[in-house]
């Protein structure tokens, strides 16, 4: 890696992604590893900073992460946050203590102007706290920079050794200045540059597909979706009509959409590219199934029947393309009941494909293995991918297969279809589509008595579902103005077949998800 880099230590914290993607924010380059990364491994990757993330436990549990103690003799610059400042202080020799007063959520410190952390940053400012130990005695050397009402040591640091911590969250849109904190750590301590930038990865990456490829064909499995889209995108300008780009619509997409993904990719890029329409093949196969599990299986099962047979046809002597992003590749140092903090697990993921044995490709090409969500879609925009494609909200593997419950049939999927795109555009139309983060319908395996005209009905019921978040990790129900919702009941129940009923699903995550299967 060219750039300068940030390295986070994960000790469990569920944050450790967030930490991550507000650093590279800063323009500056930072991966996460597992807390466990042996000592040799960190001194040969030459970060110029280190961030310890929170975590579950407590340091004093012989049984939590911990780290060695010769991390803090390296030279680098070190900000420990939650657990990962109680763990900074506990490993030098200072005390870590249950609080008689935990703190959750908006709390007010007091900090200190003289601290390069809290550079340009208020004397009194609003924090995301979490905890319920705290750092009663610091360690020798060290100073309190920032104290709360109940936290006497919110924040201490020991600047000749570039040693630097935080109780609260910084990470969290709910600390008021978490990013300028973030921004002076790796700038004002660690010296950063600020090297990281989507123009630089475009150019960069391009210039090594065309090494790595050389005259050689590159086969993508192409969803529509950011990642896969994206990826092509790359792949295109790097070496034109050697993709191939093969696109299995299964008949499970909203509506109208395999016919946007055709006609972006067959007049915005370079490539060859093939639609296999198998609409029939897969409600055959899910005909009589209600068990979301098993119908999520049935349709991923088909899905790589269809796209290695569509392989198989084209030939597999050059490489193999996939929209692997950074979140895909890693879920490091979570805590379990067996072993806390155990290390890193590589989680099985829908762009992680496991190929049949009898296909046998020159190698495999991830061009965004590297970025997050939102760096996929910056580099999607430079690329000039339509607007509609790079910020399409997120949307199940299965497709509308987990938005219809029960069983999956071709008049439900077209309701569904139907509903979801009135639902859409009278939210693109209300103005406040960018106040949602995700929005959708769903089809409830329910019928309800309803009366049109002097007529009595027995139809379907439609449930429409938008959120709010900043991570997905938790999201509350958006608070939608009852004049648009009237309108959404109203447009479902006239201009929809078959719905006669609309309700509005106002549950958080958690304790709800939020996709209903």
């Known amino acids: 890696m060219a750039n300068q880099l940030c390295i986070v230590l994960d000790f469990g914290g569920q944050y450790n992604q967030l930490i991550a993607r507000r650093v590279r924010e800063c323009g500056v380059y930072c991966e996460i590893k597992n807390y466990k990364t042996p000592i040799e491994e960190i001194k040969a990757l030459s970060p110029a900073g280190i961030i310890f993330t929170g975590g579950p436990n407590s340091v004093y549990d012989e049984s939590s992460p911990h780290i060695y103690k ?212 897969f409600l055959s196969a899910l005909k009589g199934v209600t068990d979301p599990e098993q119908k999520r299986k049935i349709i991923g099962t088909e899905f790589y029947s269809v796209f290695w047979d569509k392989i198989r046809e084209q030939g597999t002597d050059g490489f193999f393309a996939q929209g692997t992003i950074y979140p895909d590749r890693i879920e490091s140092g979570k805590g379990n009941e ?17 190929m049949p044995a009898d296909i046998q490709f020159a190698g495999t090409i991830e061009p965004l293995k590297d970025l997050f969500k939102d760096e996929v879609r910056a580099v999607g925009e430079k690329l000039g991918i339509p607007h509609d494609l790079v910020w399409r909200q997120p949307f199940p593997g299965p497709g509308l297969g987990v938005r219809i419950l029960g069983e999956i049939t071709e008049e439900k999927i077209k309701v569904l279809q139907e509903a979801d795109a009135v639902f859409r555009d009278e939210i693109r139309k209300s103005g406040i589509e960018d106040q949602l983060k995700q929005f959708f319908a769903v089809l409830p395996d329910v019928r309800t008595v309803g009366v049109m005209g002097d007529h009595r009905t027995y139809d379907h019921l439609i449930a429409i579902r938008a959120i709010t978040t900043d991570d997905f990790m938790t999201a509350d129900w958006a608070r939608i103005p009852y004049d648009v919702l009237a309108r959404v009941s109203n447009r479902l129940t006239n201009e929809v077949e078959h719905v006669n009923r609309v309700v509005y699903d106002i549950t958080s995550k958690p304790p709800g998800t939020v996709e209903w299967e």
């Open 338 to 354: 067996a072993g806390k903090g155990s290390t890193a697990v590589i989680k099985t993921h829908h762009n992680m494909v496991e």
């Open 70 to 281: 010769e991390i803090f003799d390296l030279g680098i610059p070190i900000l420990g946050i939650c657990y990962g400042c109680q763990l900074m202080a506990y490993t030098l020799g200072g005390t870590v203590e249950s609080c008689e007063k935990s703190e959750y959520g908006k709390i007010e410190i007091t900090s200190s102007s003289n601290s390069l952390l809290f550079s340009d940053i208020p004397e009194k400012s609003i924090v995301w706290m979490s905890h319920t130990d705290f750092v009663s005695q610091l360690p020798e050397g060290f100073n309190v920079t920032a104290r709360s009402a109940d936290c006497p040591c919110a924040a201490f640091e020991c600047p000749d050794k570039k040693l630097y911590a935080v109780q609260f969250h910084p990470e969290v849109t709910h600390s008021e200045f978490g990013k300028q904190i973030l921004h002076n750590f790796v700038y004002k301590v660690c010296g950063f540059t600020g090297d990281w930038k989507m123009d630089d990865f475009i150019e960069n990456t391009v210039t090594d597909l065309r090494r790595q490829i050389g005259d050689k064909k590159v086969i993508l499995g192409l969803s529509g979706g950011v990642d896969s889209s994206v990826a092509a995108g790359l792949l295109s300008r790097a070496v034109g009509k050697q993709l191939t780009c093969v696109f299995v619509d299964q008949g499970l997409m909203r509506k109208d959409e395999g016919d946007f993904v055709e006609e972006t990719f067959t007049k915005l890029f370079d490539m060859n590219f093939i639609r296999v329409n198998c609409k029939e093949k």
